[in-house]
Structures are given as C-alpha cells and as structure tokens.
C-alpha cells in the first residue's frame, strides 16, 4: 500500500538535505504544499539536495511540485539537486522540465502612455501587415486565373464547361428566388420610409426619382453582390477548404492537372455571369416593389409611378450598376477561392477562412462600391 506524501529537512554541514518519500501525487498534494511553505523561511546560500529514492508513487501533479520547489531554491539562488527518483518517474519530470522551460516569461503591464501607444502602433503594424499579405494573395490568385485563361483561350477545348455550367446553376437559378424576395422588399422599404419623410415637404412625386436611380446606380448591385458573396461566396470557399483538407487539391497537382483551371475558373466565370443577370432581376424587383408600396401606402396609381420613373431614370443609371456587377463578381471569387486554399488541416481552420472571406468579400465589394461612385462622378455619369 502507499504511504503518505512527506518530506523532511536535514541541516548538515555541507548544505541542507532534503528526503521527501511516499506518494508525490495529486491526492496528497496540500500536504507536499504546507511542507514546501514550512521550508521558506530557513534560506540558505549553500547547495541543497532533494533525495526521491523513497517515493513509490509519482504523477504530473507530483512533478509540478518538484518544479516549483526548484524554482523557490533557484530564485533564492540556491541550486538544488534532484537525485535518487526511479527510471520510471524521470521521463515524466523531464518532460515537466521541458514545458516549464519552453513557457513564455511573464511580463509585467506598463500601464504608461508610451507603451500604450507602443502596443497600438504594434497592433496598427500587425493589421497592416495581415492586409498586405491578404492583398498579396488575391494579385497572385488574379494572376494564376490570367493565366488559366489564357490557356483556355489559346485551346478552348480544356474549358470545363460542364463544370461552369454546375456553378451557374447554383449561383445563378438557385439563387434567384432569394434575390428577388431581399431585393422587393429593399424597394418596399426605400419607398415607404421616402413617402413618410417626403409627405412632410409636399414631396411625393421625388420618391419615384429615389427610388429609380438609388435602385440602379447603387443599392440594386451592391445588395445582390452581399448576398452572393454571404451565399456563394462562402459555398466555395467551404468547398476548397474541405478539398484542400482531404488532400484533393495536391492529388490534382499530382496527376498533373491544374487546380485554378480544374477548380477556380470555372467557378470565377460562373460568377461572372450569374451577378449581373441577378443584379438586373433584382433592380426590377426592387423597381416594382416600390411601386407597390407607392400605390397601396402613397395613394400613387401604377401609371403614374411608371410615367414619373421614366422621366426620373435613364439608361445611364442602368449601365452604372451593370457596369459594377463584374468587377464585383471577379472580387468576390478571388476572395473565396484564396481564403479556401487557405484552409489547414482542421475544422476550426475551416470556419475560421469562410468566415473571413465573407467578411472581406462583403468589405472589398462596398469599397469598390465607393471607388465607383467616385469615378462615374468625375466622368459626369
């Protein structure tokens, strides 16, 4: 049977002696606690030996014990010998050791101003450097699919057809009842809040001019490339991810075929497609969303509404969202497909990438928005 933890001092004249004997495991780890506290206040510059030849039991527990004993005699500047423990227990108080040893050091906060703005400016650093590596990723990303489809021009017979036509299906038809539901009801929304505000200033007859030309220019376009970006966006760069998890993607390369031309153009091109098509079936379900909300909560007829929107909006406005609606799709594939061959290893790694290539497609997609805005302005469309 084991006996209980214990471990005794002995002053001698070469230094002190330490015997500890029993079982040096958790069970009996207040009693080894009160044992080690009793001895720290009898300090001493000479060398002290721990004698472990009389402990039958050993566990982590008991390791950590040793460790932090060694520690007390180190920070004193008191070395202390670990000397008589079984084989069977060095491996673990070895293995202890190593961890101990490799832990990070514990800094203390400072709390002023300087290292304050230290740590932002370290921060600001750390986003900065995490951006540029993300942008470096989508230049070489657009640069593999140039090339990929160079090649498909120079032979058009390697096209996986077959496969964009799988893509446009799923991006494109499956998700048209989605976009036409988000988009009426974006237009029922714009339309009612323009009445109720506009009513005040005897301003009716202006929501139909909102309504056309925000729905084409602007809110049509970006609201579909949102939902595309958080439907399909996140679809592909699951699918990648997964691949690359099971090792399909590097089975590819291994039979000789090119990944971005097997796996990334077609879907790229089915994106491409898909978005402007979904951006103009959503501007028209916006268009009549907010001529339905103009009839039955503004008291406009139908006639009326049609005869003032097409006063109010030109075929410019219409070209200014169309004109959107590819580079939009190309940002948002390269993004899924690059954050998708991102993905490690393991399920975290895999939520982890989805969830920030819909967030920087959502964020790359409104600021491209904006850069837009900025430039049919300078050119007066």
Same mark, same amino acid.
């Given at each position: 049977?084991?006996?209980?933890?214990?471990?005794e001092? +002995?002053?001698t004249s &070469?230094?002190?002696?330490?015997?500890?004997y029993?079982?040096w495991?958790?069970?009996?780890?207040r009693?080894?606690? /009160? =044992?080690i506290d009793?001895?720290?206040?009898?300090?001493t510059?000479?060398?002290?030996t721990?004698?472990?030849?009389? /402990?039958?039991?050993?566990?982590?527990?008991g =390791?950590?014990l040793v460790?932090?004993l060694s520690?007390?005699?180190l920070?004193?500047?008191?070395? %202390?010998?670990v000397?008589?423990l079984?084989?069977?227990?060095?491996?673990?108080?070895?293995? *202890?050791?190593?961890?101990?040893?490799?832990?990070?050091v514990?800094?203390?906060?400072?709390?002023?101003?300087?290292?304050?703005?230290?740590?932002? /400016? &370290?921060?600001?650093?750390?986003a %900065?450097?995490?951006?540029g590596?993300?942008? !470096?990723g %989508?230049?070489?990303?657009?640069? !593999?699919?140039?090339?990929?489809?160079?090649?498909?021009?120079?032979?058009?017979?390697t096209?996986?057809l077959?496969s964009?036509v799988?893509h446009l299906?799923?991006? #494109?038809?499956q998700a048209?009842?989605?976009?036409?539901?988000?988009?009426f009801?974006i237009?029922?929304?714009?339309?009612?809040q323009?009445?109720?505000h506009?009513r005040k200033?005897?301003?009716?007859?202006?929501?139909?001019?909102m *309504?056309?030309?925000? *729905?084409?220019r602007?809110?049509?376009v970006?609201?579909?490339?949102?939902m595309v @970006?958080?439907?399909s966006?996140s679809?592909?760069?699951a699918?990648?991810?997964?691949?690359?998890?099971?090792?399909?993607?590097?089975?590819?390369g291994?039979?000789? $075929?090119?990944p971005v031309a097997v $796996?990334?153009?077609?879907r790229? /091109?089915a994106?491409?497609?898909a978005l402007p098509?979904l !951006?103009?079936?959503g501007?028209?379900a916006a $268009?009549?969303g907010?001529?339905?909300v @103009?009839w039955?909560y503004? &008291?406009m007829s139908?006639?009326?509404?049609i005869?003032?929107?097409?006063?109010a909006?030109?075929?410019?406005?219409?070209?200014?969202g169309?004109i959107?609606?590819?580079?939009?799709a190309l +940002?948002?594939?390269?993004?899924?497909?690059t954050e998708?061959?991102?993905v490690k #290893?393991?399920a975290e790694s895999?939520? %982890?990438k989805?969830? =920030?290539?819909?967030v920087?497609?959502?964020f790359l997609v409104?600021?491209?928005?904006?850069?837009?805005?900025v430039?049919f302005?300078a050119? #007066?469309?």
């Open positions: 049977m084991t006996t209980a933890a214990l471990l001092v +002995v002053e &070469g230094g002190r002696q330490l015997f500890a029993g079982a495991t958790a069970l009996h780890a009693q080894i606690d /009160v =044992a009793a001895m720290d206040g009898a300090a510059s000479l060398p002290a721990l004698d472990m030849s009389g /402990v039958d039991a050993f566990d982590t527990y =390791a950590w460790e932090r520690s007390r005699w920070d004193e500047h008191r070395p %202390l010998q000397v008589g079984r084989n069977n227990f060095e491996g673990l108080l070895g293995a *202890v050791h190593r961890v101990r040893s490799d832990s990070p514990a800094v203390t906060s400072d709390k002023s101003l300087g290292s304050t703005l230290a740590g932002g /400016v &370290g921060a600001i650093e750390q %900065l450097s995490a951006a590596r993300d942008l !470096a %989508l230049i070489n990303m657009l640069g !593999a699919v140039v090339q990929s489809l160079g090649q498909v021009v120079s032979r058009p017979r096209f996986r077959t964009a799988h299906d799923r991006v #494109g038809w048209v009842p989605i976009i036409l539901l988000i988009t009801l237009g029922c929304i714009i339309a009612q323009g009445f109720f506009f200033f005897g301003a009716d007859e202006y929501v139909v001019d *309504v056309g030309i925000l *729905v084409l602007e809110i049509g970006l609201i579909v490339a949102i @970006a958080g439907r966006g679809a592909y760069t699918e990648l991810g997964a691949m690359k998890m099971r090792e399909e993607i590097d089975a590819l291994t039979m000789g $075929l090119d $796996l990334i153009l077609p790229i /091109v994106l491409l497609v098509v !951006a103009f079936l501007s028209l $268009l009549y907010g001529g339905l @103009a039955l503004g &008291g139908p006639e009326i509404y005869a003032r929107l097409k006063e909006i030109s075929l410019t406005h219409f070209k200014v169309m959107k609606a590819p580079f939009m +940002v948002i594939g390269l993004v899924a497909c998708g061959f991102k #290893g393991s895999l939520g %982890l989805t969830t =920030a290539s819909v920087q497609s959502i409104i600021i491209l928005d904006g850069l837009f805005a430039f302005a050119i #007066g469309m």
